[in-house]
């Protein structure tokens, strides 16, 4: 089955950096990797997501870089901002949305 | 809208006892989901319904859990008995249909003594 591994499982940045949270995933038939943030007590929500048809997608300071053929992708945050502080997943599935095996998920502590 | 409801928020039971987590998905959605997440690491898939059918249960310990999800809206996952090791948040999500955007419920925090 799939297995998602994710780097680093704590980061600590300086309020305006730039973040970078990398996964790697071992099913070549996975299709779909979203992102999500989960902070401290709450549930997790999707911040961004990636399909295997595009490289690289952008929504305002966040963007995911998919490399299909090393099988890896990428979750980048600039301007980093206090707020951002969470614990962000990544995921991965075959088919859209379904079945989604998780990385282990990776604390981010911006400082101010 | 109204997002994933789940409860109670939290529970602690001892060892052996059973428990009961309830979760009322986003409604018209037909996907249900339930996800365990031990401290420190990512959710894990138990069960997944489509309607009120099991789609998925291969990671679902049957010897002790069990779901259903009755007339395709709410669902029930319960333990009998529980262990030590079944102390984690428990997580329900649902989506519109197989293959598009889960949406999580705040979940149910589960100590067992």
């Known amino acids: 089955g799939e297995n998602v591994e994710q780097h680093p499982s704590t980061l600590s940045v300086q309020e305006g950096d730039s973040a970078v949270i990398k996964c790697t995933y071992s099913?070549?038939?996975?299709?779909?990797f979203p992102w999500y943030k989960q902070e401290l007590g709450k549930r997790p929500q999707l911040i961004i997501d990636?399909?295997?048809?595009?490289g690289e997608k952008k929504d305002q300071r966040i963007a995911v870089t998919l490399n299909k053929t090393a099988k890896h992708f990428s979750l980048h945050i600039t301007e980093t901002q206090p707020e951002d502080s969470a614990v962000y997943f990544c995921a991965a599935s075959r088919e859209y949305g379904n079945k989604l095996v998780f990385g282990a998920g990776t604390i981010l502590r911006v400082k101010s | 809208e109204a997002g994933v409801a789940q409860s109670p928020r939290y529970k602690i039971i001892e060892k052996r006892q059973s428990v009961a987590f309830w979760c009322n998905p986003i409604?018209?959605?037909?996907?249900l989901y339930w996800y365990q997440q031990i401290l420190g690491q990512g959710p894990k898939l138990l069960i997944q319904f489509q309607n009120n059918g099991v789609v998925d249960d291969s990671q679902l310990p049957k010897d002790r859990f069990s779901a259903e999800r009755l007339k395709g809206v709410d669902s029930t996952l319960k333990i009998q008995p529980a262990k030590l090791e079944d102390s984690a948040v428990y997580l329900c999500a649902s989506s519109r249909a197989r293959g598009e955007k889960l949406f999580f419920g705040s979940g149910t925090q589960l100590s067992v003594l």
């Open positions: 099913d070549s038939a996975s299709n779909y």
């Open positions: 409604s018209g959605h037909a996907t």
């Open positions: 990636i399909r295997s048809n595009v």
